[in-house]
């Protein structure tokens, strides 16, 4: 099952990973990420979309949206990830997520990929330094980065997948735009041509997370919406995302949020 990881992350880090580096399940944060692949490649999947990444790729991971990586076999990974929140960030700079949030691959021309290279040799050092006010330099090269990232990204970032990869995007793209209608695997297999057995297996393949476990944590993303934004009760929540008990439908949402949807609505309505 997907859950929150509410682990302490640093505002940088740098990791190699190579094949025996297996993320055991998808999880989400409640800060945003900004992932550079320094050497190497990586997939990744976030939310219903899937991304090859290779090096000089950056993937911009919303707070709260789940996701996980895969390193191929035979692959080496050297990455480098900066963690921030709004806050940390600044109000004035907010607008220049939501592009990112648009389009979460980010690939920069290469003959200005150094430019991004640079700031992140800047973070490292200071992170690694911590000179005075160390903190507040960290703030003022993430916005130069951003910044960097709007001018230099290459606009068209289309790419193609191949055609059981394509099959199991437009199955998620589907759950999250239908989480409140019928979502068996029956219904599903079928819809897609596959057997149930196959789709089940290519699904969890595909995206290392399994079929009834997307569903849920897609219906659970709703419903935490509709908690926080709407005056329905719970139980109509429930309903409302797809869940038929209201009671399956708490326990599922605390153990992927932690906390039972009650007590949710009362913190954040």
Do not use: W
């Amino acid at each position: 099952m997907a859950v929150y990881s509410d682990e302490k992350i640093e505002f940088f880090n740098r990791a190699t990973r190579d094949s025996s580096f297996k993320m055991p399940e998808p999880h989400f944060h409640s800060k945003h990420e900004l992932y550079f692949v320094e050497k190497g490649k990586t997939q990744y999947f976030v939310g219903s979309e899937i991304y090859f990444l290779s090096a000089g790729d950056m993937m911009f991971v919303p707070l709260g949206e789940f996701h996980k990586t895969d390193i191929g076999e035979k692959d080496i990974t050297e990455r480098l990830l900066l963690v921030f929140d709004d806050d940390f960030l600044g109000t004035d700079y907010i607008e220049f997520l939501e592009e990112l949030r648009k389009n979460k691959l980010i690939r920069i021309a290469p003959e200005k990929l150094y430019k991004i290279k640079e700031i992140y040799e800047k973070i490292e050092h200071e992170d690694k330094h911590r000179g005075n006010d160390y903190f507040e330099l960290q703030k003022l090269y993430l916005r130069q980065l951003l910044i960097l990232i709007k001018r230099y990204r290459i606009k068209e970032n289309s790419f193609e997948l191949s055609e059981s990869y394509q099959l199991i995007q437009n199955c998620a793209t589907y759950i999250c735009e239908n989480y409140h209608t019928d979502l068996s695997l029956d219904f599903l297999s079928h819809k897609y041509a596959l057997s149930r057995s196959h789709f089940s297996k290519l699904f969890k393949q595909v995206t290392g997370i399994g079929l009834n476990e997307y569903i849920n944590i897609t219906r659970i993303s709703a419903a935490q919406n509709l908690l926080s934004k709407s005056n329905l009760s719970v139980t109509e929540v429930a309903s409302a995302c797809g869940f038929n008990d209201s009671n399956y439908f708490a326990a599922v949402f605390k153990k992927i949020k932690g906390i039972t949807p009650k007590k949710y609505s009362l913190l954040n309505n």
